[in-house]
């Protein structure tokens, strides 16, 4: 079992800036990938960005060059910071780790105001 706990959300201006953590627990051995998905009302739950176990990252092209993964293996932490944000990326933010199983966080609510 893993569990993932995130942190960060809020309310921001557009332009402005997040960073959201996920902090993992249990079996974290298990876990090849970590990442970000979002989920904005009356729409499908998409990928924001992905880390794996090696280090390799991968992001949705609408976050490319504004937001950026990364991780703290001392702290099992996986942080997303988001830059220059725009009301198009309001949504639910949830941790997702991969392993032989899926685990999803409770999910944070980042909403950017116009």
């Known amino acids: ?11 921001v201006q557009a332009g402005g800036s997040l960073r ?7 079996s974290i051995f298990s876990i090849n990938a970590m990442g970000w ?22 992001y949705a092209d609408s976050v490319k060059g504004r937001f950026t993964i990364s991780r703290n293996s001392a702290k099992n932490t996986v942080y997303l910071q988001m830059n220059s944000l725009k009301p198009e990326d309001t949504a639910v933010y949830y941790c997702n780790a991969e392993s032989p199983y899926t685990y999803w966080g409770q999910g944070t609510q980042v909403t950017v105001s116009s």
């Open 20 to 26: 959201l953590s996920c902090a993992a627990s249990g």
């Open 37 to 58: 998905y979002r989920q904005a009302p009356g729409k499908p739950r998409e990928l924001v960005a992905v880390i794996t176990s090696g280090g390799s990252t991968n």
């Open 1 to 11: 079992q893993v569990q993932l706990v995130e942190s960060g959300g809020g309310l």
